[in-house]
């Protein structure tokens, strides 16, 4: 489709299109001023005031909310008063936000849903959805019982993207094995690139009580290629973290220690590391199941290999440009490839070329960024320049409905020349 | 693939198809009714599963009808289902196949769906005229896009257990309680189960195709397949 362009005959020479930071920052004599980095506190302001009016809400107009019930056969009853309407009198649920009753059963310790326009953006931090674990009640929110196990949540400019409801509390099931953070953060220049990446758990996680199965790792290899990994658990596997994480560290390993590895050699190899991780923790190679891609940079070429829907692209202009294939047209709880399996899957390979951002991500990412204008818009902001260890988190704070896998990205930019750490002389 | 102006929502389509014929009448029918208010407040509460899964109800006696279309069932007035008369299973697969055709052709062009699940459960079997294997095949056709699984609880003294294998695509049960009260409750707990636990599991390339069902053997025996 037009909106993931191919990546050849897409950009041009890297040297016409430099850094947006170039224009206001010209390269100086040291590194320090060659790529600031933005901080999180300081991403782009779209937040509306708390105390501001939400949008009004439009159910009928709701991509996701097919046109009022029906009966197809019943038709005994008035048109405007089929037996599951609300009766006249009532305010329609759909009207549930702030000031409207809300059903008598629901026991939600948040604030009631509410939904922008579709494809509309609300600030997380706003009125209209707290983000996770908010303790902050919005204005106007009719007054409910304290709940002194809500999380507080410093607010965010992240957007909230259709109509959400509370995030649950968080909470991990009693013996979990293999636990991993439900968070982690890098920023880092390596080489002759910067790395931003960062893993967020999901939703879906939280409310079961399993660990955030995703995992990625990243490193350059002596002779200055660049090794990344990412890698997705199944959610059905009990302990997917396990081999998500031991695929990432193998890629990286080998990477390492052989040059002439390609991407494909190295997922290969990762696949048989994790399955050999898996018998170290005595668990059968089953339980370890997930989807995962190792890319390989040198320069501003690159290589990706990947199986299962993990997936890549490249931001360029403001845009996202998916560079793997996607199969919109299956199923999204059906996945067919996983790691580690034997025979291992045929990896899908792509070559790149003159490449200067490249986004790998995981499944629960690369959906929002495929059907979400709101999300897309929000992380082309974000990654437009490569940010701090904190812009990587705040990136990653959106919520966006139906949006409850765990998010894992790799933001790889490309630098025209190494950067090395300050000295002492110029961070003086 | 999505349009660059639209969000395009995930959406999990579930279709209650339930038996409401005379069978039914008091206490197992008063179960279903009383059953439906959790299951609201399932997609009340848990946003993994109230922001995801769309459910529509269709009952089946001697007609099927479209009680409650494809929809956020959070934002309904929940019907109360009454009994009605005989059973006749064609009219409930047509149905169901109207139902999901026009519930799904309703979305967005591009959203992204998990493949539609039937749960279908009867307390008898087939006493209209006609034959209802042609009425099945094409629910269960699977060259037709929306194709669903179609998961086939049985339960009563009445129920046909080889007719419930047939429904089934691969999974049936039938309910082990003595009381058909009691199984229906039981049924519609593992139907509410079953829609969180898939709501949740983002993927499985198992043979289960993405499809997780919460069916204790304490309260279900699971049936063998049968192929038609």
Known sequence: MSRFRDLRGHWADPAEHPPPDDAEHPPPDDAEHDWPLHPGGAAPARSRGAGEAPEALDHAAAPDTPAAPRATADAAGPPSAAPWEQPAGLPPAATAGPGAPRPPEADNPGPAPD?????GLAPAGSAEAPPAGSAEAPAGEPTRPADPWRLHSPPTAAPTVGKVLPAPRPVLAPATAFRRSMLSLDSVFVGGFHVAAGSLVGTAHLVSGSPCQDAYDFAVSPGGRLIVAIADGLGSRPHSQVGAR?????????????????????????????????GAHRLAPREIGFVGAVAVFAGSRGEIARVGDVSAFALADGEFHELLTNAPDEHVNIVTDALPEQPLPAPEVRRLEAVRRVVLCTDGLATDLRNSPGVRSWLAESWEAPGDVHAMGEALRFRRRGSHDDRTAVVISVLERPVVADSPATSA | MADESSELYTIFPVFMVLDVSASMAGGPLEALNDSLPALQKEMQSNPTVGEIARI????????????????????????????????NFAAAFQETRRAIEGGLRSL??????????????????????????????????????????????????QVNV?????????????AKDADPAMQVREIMNALIGSIRTTSTSFRDPSQADGLHLETPTEFFTPLPPMTL
């Open chain 2, 108 to 157: 967005p062009k591009g959203t992204p769906i998990y493949r539609p699940v039937v749960f279908f459960m009867s307390d008898g079997e087939h006493q209209a005229p006609g034959d209802w294997a042609a009425a099945l095949n094409d629910l269960r056709d699977r060259s037709w896009r929306f194709a669903p699984e179609v998961v086939a609880f049985g339960f009563g003294d």
């Open chain 2, 56 to 87: 529509s109800i269709v009952t089946f006696s001697d007609v099927g009808r479209t009680v409650v279309p494809l929809c956020d069932l959070a934002e309904v007035y929940l019907p109360e289902l009454m009994v009605e008369g005989g059973t």
């Open chain 1, 246 to 278: 031991s695929f990432c560290e193998g890629a990286v390993q080998a990477g390492l220690a052989r040059e002439e590895l390609t991407a494909a050699d190295l997922l290969a190899y990762a696949a048989r590391y994790a399955e050999s991780q898996a």
């Open chain 1, 115 to 119: 939904e922008p326009a579709p494809g």
């Open chain 2, 162 to 174: 080889d007719s419930i294998r047939r429904i089934a695509t691969r999974f049936s049960f039938l």
